[in-house]
């Protein structure tokens, strides 16, 4: 930096005499903050004239502060990308644990959470861990070909959650495209075809980059410091469980040694697992058939009840309706009965009484009718009096085989119907001793 002062007010000069220059300007900066450290051996007002002397420069020369400050800056950043870098790739252990030790810089984590804030908005695979998934088996493919494992397509909890109901291991690949070692195990070791089948028939495998957060946030929680990296996780009740983790590059050879080693010790696991699954899945069955013939048998008791009750029913509405039948009838009968009743209560009233005893004047008729059981009926009227009368007589008579308003008189010689009752006896030819008959309609 003060080379670039030296250069700022040394226009011309040759970089030596900007050196030179900045060489006296850092002499003298020097000795006044020594002078200042210790007040015995200096006035206490050496400070003030130091900060006088850079006030004073930087009022000559604005630029000069501007273009040390933009360099100083320039380099904080720099340094933050590379610290950055190795953080992702993960490949200089050393250099990570030799940072660590020094002191933090309080600018340099102001800095830093100012790059973290506008780097942190969130991608589409962000959003998307399917999405993700999908991009990262495509960049594989592109690179390496269309044989691998057949990486599930979805996130990590996604993919913990299948293995677990299918009673397989879970195997997580985390991907560095930077790393020395990737493109071999890749080309080599997860697209040998052997190797890709035996993966995809026992294992539900996952991949992803850490170039992406979803992943790198991954190869934090899982500590991964070389790759390849591959963990293997069991996950049978509650969470995932971490039972063996693979660092570096290996051989197809040794790969199918590692996984088969794990299916032999860790199998047992889920074969008990699934033994006790198909138990559960066996009694649930079961519980499930009995309560189903339970219910069958529930349904059929409560159709018969139901087939019992609507007979029952049906035997009382027919019963009721038989009843009521027989009500009507005989409220019919009754106000027949009642009907009839004033009928010839009036019948009484209107007819005319006969003619007196002795009287054998032209005017008195005779009628006798021969009743249907073959006995005879007789009475006296007058000429004048009507052929209703006559039908009223027998009426009031109530003889059997005589049914009120199921009859009609009729003679035999001269065949003649006497169906008009509003007439006279004389008008209708009845004069003297009339024999009449009747005839049932």
């Known amino acids: 930096f003060w080379n670039t002062y030296g250069i700022f007010t040394q226009k011309g000069d040759t970089l030596e005499a900007g050196k030179s220059n900045s060489e006296s300007i850092t002499t003298a900066l020097w000795s006044r903050i020594q002078s200042s450290a210790h007040p015995g051996r200096k006035s206490p007002s050496s400070l003030h004239a130091l900060w006088s002397a850079i006030t004073a420069r930087f009022t000559e020369q604005p630029f000069l502060f501007i273009g040390i400050g933009g360099l100083l800056t320039f380099t904080v950043v720099w340094q933050l990308y590379r610290r950055r870098l190795r953080t992702m790739s993960y490949n200089n252990s050393t250099t990570q644990t030799a940072s660590a030790s ?15 804030f506008v780097t942190s908005a969130p991608t589409p695979e962000d959003r998307n861990p399917t999405l993700a998934a999908q991009n990262f088996i495509h960049a594989f493919e592109d690179s390496y070909g269309p044989v691998h494992p057949e990486f599930f397509e979805g996130s990590v909890l996604e993919a913990v959650r299948r293995a677990r109901t299918e009673y397989k291991f879970a195997i997580i690949y985390l991907h560095s495209p930077t790393h020395s070692n990737t493109h071999t195990f890749c080309s080599t070791v997860l697209a040998s075809d052997s190797l890709s089948a035996f993966i995809s028939e026992n294992f539900v495998i996952w991949g992803g980059s850490i170039q992406t957060s979803h992943a790198y946030q991954l190869s934090q929680s899982l500590a991964a410091t070389t790759y390849p990296f591959i963990a293997v996780l069991c996950s049978i009740e509650g969470s995932p469980e ?8 290996l051989g197809v050879d040794e790969m199918f040694v590692r996984l088969t080693t794990i299916l032999e010790n ?4 889920l074969v008990a697992a699934r033994a006790a699954h198909d138990e559960r899945t066996q009694d649930r069955l079961i519980r499930e058939e009995q309560d ?12 018969r009840e139901r087939q019992i009750k609507e007979e029952a029913d049906r035997k009382q509405q027919e ?12 409220e019919q ?7 009839r009743e004033r009928e010839l209560e009036q019948k009484k009233r209107e007819l005319p009484p006969p003619p007196a005893v002795g009287d054998t004047s032209a005017a008195v008729v005779t009628v006798v009718v021969r009743l249907p059981d073959g006995t005879r009926a007789t009475r006296r009227f007058s000429h004048t009096d009507k052929v209703k009368h006559v039908y009223d007589w027998l009426d009031l008579e109530q003889k059997e085989g005589v049914d009120v308003g199921g009859y009609e008189l009729a003679s035999n010689y001269p065949v003649r119907v006497y169906a008009d009752r509003a007439i006279t006896l004389n008008e209708a030819g009845l004069t003297g001793q009339a024999i009449l008959f009747i005839r049932a309609l």
């Open 292 to 303: 189903e013939a339970y219910l069958e048998s529930l349904r059929m008791d409560q159709e």
């Open 242 to 249: 971490l039972i063996d983790r693979i660092e570096g590059p």
């Open 319 to 330: 019963e009721q309706a038989a009843l009521e039948e027989i009500r009507l009838q005989q």
């Open 102 to 116: 020094q002191p933090p810089d309080v600018s340099v984590g102001i800095l830093q959470r100012l790059i973290n």
């Open 266 to 269: 860790n199998g047992p696991l």
């Open 333 to 339: 009968e009754q106000e027949e009965k009642r009907r």
